[in-house]
Nanobody, 115 residues
């Protein structure tokens, strides 16, 4: 079992930055592919970025060149640095931990980009 707790969301102006964190409890953090997903009102949940156990980072086209995912296995934490934020980035951001056999979700953190 893995429990995930996101933090770092909030209100930011267009062009601003936020850093999301996801702290994982339980064992085996280093074997999980960690991901950030988001869901805007009226839309389906979508992948934003993922990082594999070997630290290969995979980004959605909307996130590439603006967002950076990273992980600290010693602290069981994954981060999402978001720069140059746009109003269309407004959504609830969810942390995900996955292997081929299981997947876990956090409760989400709200990110609102508005002037």
């Amino acid at each position: 079992q893995v429990q995930l707790v996101e933090s770092g969301g909030g209100l930011v102006q267009p062009g601003g930055s936020l850093r999301l964190s996801c702290a994982a409890s339980g064992s085996g953090f280093s074997i999980y592919t960690m991901g950030w997903y988001r869901q805007a009102p009226g839309k389906e949940r979508e992948s934003v970025a993922r990082i594999t156990p070997t630290r290969l980072a995979i980004y959605a086209a909307s996130a590439k060149d603006r967002f950076t995912i990273s992980r600290d296995n010693a602290k069981n934490t994954v981060f999402l640095q978001m720069n140059s934020l746009k109003p269309e980035d407004t959504a609830v951001y969810y942390c995900n931990a996955a292997t081929s056999l299981s997947a876990y979700w956090g409760q989400g953190t709200q990110v609102t980009v508005s002037s």
